[in-house]
């Protein structure tokens, strides 16, 4: 995976680009959650269960079905804690994005197994064929301890980050001029 700060600013750079309302901030922070969540998976490591299984790391929860899931999911918890949020056709889209972005980064990185997108139908493991990103170390003692570390940052900076940068700065210079 790349880290969960970088999975968490593609779906933060994808909000800013698509919801926009009195609630933005919140929904943007809801889409850095979805986007985190697929790696929550790792506690599959704790319960014995192996990598390439489909419950394992980058399986189930990193599948398209997944995200169709936690979009509806997340949808109708925000449509309901914030009702001056954006309707559902806008909210869903994102947080499926936002969701999905997570398995397409991590079939984008240089190591581990590949992601089982077609889950619980198939758990064929897929990697993108440009893999330009330094895959991160699962534990976050690691991933700050090691000069690995920062590499992986390097690597998460250039092919992340900055695109994010410029795709949220985009967002918002568009819906300054339409408003
Ligand atoms: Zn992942």
New binding site residues.
Partial sequence: ?PSVFS?AIAAVALGGVAVGGPSRVRIWMLGALCAVA??L?VVSFLFGIRYGDMLG??GLS?SIFFAVVLATVVTIFARHTWPESPGAAKLWPFFFVATAS??LL?SMTNGGLGVAFFAPFSNNRYFLPWRPILVSPIAIHVFLGYYRGIRVMWSELGWIWLPGALVFLVGLALRRRRS
């Fill in positions: 995976m999975h697929p790696d998976d790391h980058r990193h997570h398995g991590d």
